[in-house]
């Protein structure tokens, strides 16, 4: 399966998005989930992860978004969010949500990203 992140645009400093993500006939529930960015000419970066259900959807953040950047998940709805306030024009980068597989301590299907730009 590939994840799709949704919801990326252009911004203002300041302003908010909300990223979404979703997989054709995936459920994310029982997946830890991670978003990623990725700037041109730079190592992709990882921004935040939520942990699966049955481990009790635990959240972890990037220094550099932590207090900005809230990760969620909507079981019923088989959906995962990346709230983003306080966008700062180092935000922008394209995003991309993936799954972790623990057979190989990676994570994987990597699908289309979607552009945040930031502009100040």
């Known amino acids: 399966v590939q994840l799709q992140a949704f919801g990326g645009g252009l911004v203002q400093a300041g302003g908010s998005l909300r990223l979404s993500c979703a997989g054709t006939?995936?459920?994310?529930?029982?997946?830890?989930i991670g978003w990623f960015r990725r700037v041109p000419g730079k190592e992709r970066e990882g921004v935040s992860c939520?942990?699966?259900?049955?481990?009790?959807?635990?959240?972890l953040y990037a220094d550099s978004v932590k207090d900005r950047f809230t990760i969620s998940r909507d079981n019923d709805k088989n959906t995962v969010y990346l709230q983003m306030n306080s966008l700062k024009p180092e935000d922008t980068a394209v995003y991309y949500c993936v799954k972790y597989n623990g057979t190989t301590a990676d994570y994987d299907s990597w699908g289309q990203g979607t552009q945040v730009t930031v502009s100040s």
């Open positions: 006939g995936f459920t994310p529930g029982p997946y830890a």
């Open positions: 939520i942990s699966s259900s049955r481990s009790g959807s635990m959240t």
